[in-house]
């Protein structure tokens, strides 16, 4: 069983920068895959960004088209935490950014449903 912990969310202008955090506790974090998903308001949650486990052969990350070349997503295992960078943010980025941890690969953990989510954070872009 894995607990998340997501921080950082904020209010930001259009063309600003946030990094989120994820911290994540429980047994064998190293084979959990994390991602993070995001809702904004009136809209299906979706995925964003996922990587994978620390044990996981290929290491792999995944982006949603729309977030690629601003966001990066990665992973301290010592830490247990994987950050969120995202860059030239975009207020159709603003919703509740959660991260989620399963034992699948990065790939699966963006479109399957299951694992353990954290409780959310709002990140809110201004234009």
């Known amino acids: 069983q894995l607990h998340l912990v997501e921080s950082g969310g904020a209010l930001v202008q259009a063309g600003g920068s946030l990094r989120l955090s994820c911290s994540v506790s429980?047994?064998?974090?190293?084979?959990?895959?994390i991602g993070w998903f995001r809702q904004a308001p009136g809209k299906e949650r979706e995925w964003v960004s996922c990587?994978?486990?620390?044990?996981?052969?290929?290491?792999?990350?995944e982006y949603k088209d729309s977030v690629k070349g601003r966001f990066t997503i990665s992973r301290d295992n010592a830490k247990n935490t994987v950050y969120l960078q995202m860059n030239s943010l975009k207020p159709e980025d603003t919703g509740v950014y959660s991260c989620?941890?399963?034992?699948?690969?990065?790939?699966?953990?963006?479109?399957?449903?299951?694992?353990?989510w954290g409780q959310g954070t709002q990140v809110t872009v201004s234009s």
């Open positions: 990587i994978s486990a620390k044990t996981a052969i290929p290491y792999r990350t």
């Open positions: 989620r941890g399963g034992p699948h690969t990065a790939s699966e953990l963006c479109s399957l449903g299951g694992g353990y």
């Open positions: 429980g047994n064998s974090v190293e084979h959990y895959a």
